[in-house]
């Protein structure tokens, strides 16, 4: 049994039906609820914030993997910790004492991920990689969903691997961004584990046959 893992991210989700789509994830063989907070500042985008999480946390079952897109995050870490959130990750370009942060996640009981944009080299996490517990590779540039996979993101899949055997971490690897049946195995060959999917899996005709088929690819 693999512990690679599908994540459906609810920024795709119809919010006018949005308990039915938390729900459909919950019955559903996937493994955790992405959630994509945004500024309108670190990305040219505003999603949601915290009283929709508030309502995603009422219905959700699963790990809710929080992912913020958005300057100073540090001055929210308590808040999404009240709501529910299990993963707080946030973003290497947005922190400037990345350290003090992810040990102020990490003390709020979550696990602390940092998410690098397609341009945010693997190799500016050698010194950190002990302390994260999930690398969010983004495979678009953060902001909206339905956008193509950046295909360099195999290249830093493997090097991130390479990172995190060298240094003996228990990192893993997630990836976020255009995430289809076509590229989830190769992903999951390179060594991610856990692919986050939004359109690929909301605009499909059947999400829960979808997250199933994406389940049996990636193993
Ligand atoms: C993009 C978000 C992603 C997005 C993925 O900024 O971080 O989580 O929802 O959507 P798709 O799978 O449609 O690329
Ligand atoms: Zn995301």
Known sequence: MSNNKIAPSLLAADFGNLQRDVEMVNNSEADWHHIDIMDGVFVPNISYGMPVLKSIAQHATKTLDVHLMIVDPDRYIKTFAELGANVLTVHYEACTHLHRTLQAIKAEGMMAGVALNPHTSIHLLEDIINDIDVVCLMSVNPGFGGQSFIENTYYKVKALKELIIKKNAKTLI??????????????????????????????????????????????
Do not use: H, M, Y
């Open 174 to 219: 997630e990836i976020d961004g255009g995430v289809t049946s076509k590229n989830a195995k190769d992903l999951v060959d390179a060594g991610a584990d856990v692919l986050v999917a939004g359109s690929f899996v909301f605009k499909s005709d059947n999400p829960t046959d979808t997250i199933k088929n994406l389940k049996e690819i990636i193993g």
